[in-house]
């Protein structure tokens, strides 16, 4: 029963306080004056300034509330190593049991997820003010945490926004032991070729472990060093940028005996190579219609540096002009095609036909710089001789040996529309070519090809008669390619609606130059937020699954589902911050989500330390529940009403709260109706009787 004393004035205040300060002053004056019944009077006056304040007595009937725990479950990626996830579960199964028989205790069950706490660690007390916001202070009976004591978010003590007790039950061993790799200084970009230095340094924590131990480094998969690193102090390793656009290295450190995981032994940076300019010559072999087509192309892109030479005079012409008159300079072949050949990305020859002026030995040159990684294109055309194709056909020279077709010697000359081939629709180079996707495709025709037999290519154009029209080739660490027609122009200038010329002629030059994002076999990962796309480009008519590896170690198969010709793709969602390594059994891909070095796996071992003030702040304890089956050891759990201490050596208690919601209001007014009548008439009669036995004895006297 809640009892209390209302006023509902009948007049405005003001005049209340009015009458009330006359009454005041009139009392007061025949109480100085010592008048018979000045007592009375003041007792009148003060009963009709009560009366017109209109008091009652409520009574308010009110039910109580439940009290509301907070059971905070952390299931963040250090959570997942070793039996945590067990001991994790027990316990919140056998504090369920222990609240479910109580009506009057509400539960609130919290997860934290990895993608709650992102690159900023594990935080438990934002989740819990979070699922606590609806709640008023006085109606949290307390918040039991189950975790592994690495928490980054601990409020200071007094800014838990509740007064109730804060128990932690830690998971894990107190002998635990970890090793991780921290990366200290990495570059960002470099030029391609160049060496660039990593800072990295080994953590050991825990007992005393060994003074050294092997660092292996990793570029786009693939190992490239390794070497003995001291444990403790920061060390510098040297990386090569190998290749233009992103240079993926991998560094990991063996693992520690006993360390409770290898997920933090890994770490990865991505640099990003930048070439100062790639490195493209174009021999023409004879003007012609489309002769600028090519030089206009390169010279259009800013990453390409070009040498163009055009053979304006061959050595069989003699017309008995004097040297001394012409206006042109020897073609440099000594210097292009020895001493400087490796200086160069891609050569190009446009309608180029041997005549004399390069030797074999230099097309031998040629052939050995595709080889060791470079490329080669040749575009080509009718030879001036009579027959069509003669001895004059680079193809007839030891350039031919690296080229992905060979010319029958026929020249066809017919209106053909070009056409991608179904290899082609699935390729980087021909794939979503603006109007290729039509029948017939929407761009304009051409005139006249070479006939070839491709060699071990893939032909993803083709032209009159289903003949090849574009042919790619890989011949050891390099590529060549063979455009059996010199009419590209034709798209160029526009004719009959021209073509995509650009794309197809751009996009060709950069696959010949080893541009990642136009290899024809690849898998890709990335990552954007806490999401991860696997992208698999194959020639294939299908892509297998994908293992997917996270942080902690843990795998999962990933299927594939088709975007588009040659592309397989799948999102998923990351289970938090860290290295991914995606692989299909050949290749691999990584990526990082996250900060570079999280915070969550900064240190790993399970502690009590953390939370340790906050416990003792509210009252609450902190003990470790691990059993030896990696189950959980719980203690008993009770309520109390208030107490300065929640807990003991085997039992923990939660705070019972007072916190009620009223239903209702009973209200009995004191000084109106009757009752206060007749109080107001007694003691105005009794102020009458005084003051006439007063002037009573006022008259005698006299």
Known sequence: MNLSITFAPLVPLWLLAVLAAAVLAVALAGLIRRSRGAALRLAAGAALALALANPALVEEQRAPLSTVVAVVVDESQSQQIGDRAKTTEAARQALKQALAGRDDVDVREIVVTPAAGGGDGTRLFTALANGLADVPPERVGGAVLITDGQVHDVPPPGALGFSAPVHALITGRADETDRRLVLERVPRFGLVGTTQTARVRIEDSGPNGPATARLTVRRDGEEVASEILPVGTASEVAIEIAHGGQNIFEFSVEPLAGELTAANNTQVAIVDGVRENLRVLLVSGEPHAGERTWRNLLKSDASVDLVH??????????????????????????????????????????????????????????????????????????????????????????????????????????????????????????????????????????????????????????????????????????????????????????????????????????????????????????????????????????????????????????????????????????????????????????????????????????????????????????????????????????????????????????????????????????????????????????????????????????
């Open 309 to 702: 030479f055009t053979i304006l005079r061959p050595p069989e012409k003699q017309d008995g002009t004097p040297i001394n008159e012409l206006s042109l300079i020897a073609f440099p072949t000594r210097e292009l095609f020895s001493t400087k050949i490796n200086d160069f990305d891609l050569i190009i020859f446009d309608r180029y036909h041997q005549r004399g002026i390069l030797p074999l030995v230099y097309f031998d040159n040629i052939a050995e710089f595709v080889r060791r990684g470079g490329a080669v294109l040749v575009s080509e055309g009718p030879l001036p001789e009579p027959d069509g194709f003669g001895s004059g056909s680079l193809f007839d020279t030891p350039l031919g040996a690296v080229l992905p077709a060979v010319p029958t010697g026929q020249v066809i000359e017919e209106p053909f529309r070009p056409a991608v081939t179904d290899t082609g629709r699935r390729h980087p180079v021909t794939r979503d070519l603006p109007g290729g996707n039509e029948t017939p495709p929407a761009w304009s025709q051409w005139f006249r090809m070479v006939d070839a037999v491709p060699n071990d290519g893939e032909v993803i154009m083709e032209g009159a008669g289903n003949r090849p029209l574009l042919v790619l080739g890989r011949e050891g660490k390099g590529r060549a390619a063979a455009l059996l027609s010199d009419q590209s122009w034709l798209w160029a200038r526009g004719y009959d609606g021209g073509g995509p010329h650009v794309a197809l002629l751009r996009r060709l030059a950069h696959w010949l130059m080893k541009e990642p994002e136009l290899e024809e076999e690849a898998l890709r990962l990335a990552a954007r937020g806490d999401r991860l796309t696997i992208e698999r480009q194959t020639l294939g008519d299908k892509a297998g699954p994908v293992t997917l590896t996270d942080p902690t170690g843990r795998t999962r198969q990933v299927t594939l589902a088709e975007a588009g010709p040659g592309l397989w793709q799948a999102q998923v969602n990351a289970g938090g911050a860290g290295l991914y390594v995606a692989s299909d059994g050949t290749r691999k891909a990584l990526a990082h989500v996250g900060p570079p070095n999280p915070r969550e796996l900064t240190d790993v071992r399970s502690t009590e330390s953390v939370l340790a003030p906050v416990a003792a702040a509210t009252g609450g304890t902190i003990r470790r529940i691990r059993a030896d089956d990696g189950g959980a050891d719980m203690p008993r759990l009770a309520f109390l009403h208030n107490a300065g201490r929640y807990g003991g050596s085997d039992w923990i208690a939660l705070k019972t709260t007072e916190a009620s919601v009223l239903q209702g209001l009973t209200r009995l007014p004191l000084l109106s109706g009757v009752a206060g009548l007749a109080v107001l008439i007694g003691l105005v009669a009794l102020t009458w009787l005084a003051e006439g036995h007063r002037r009573r004895g006022r008259g005698t006297r006299r």
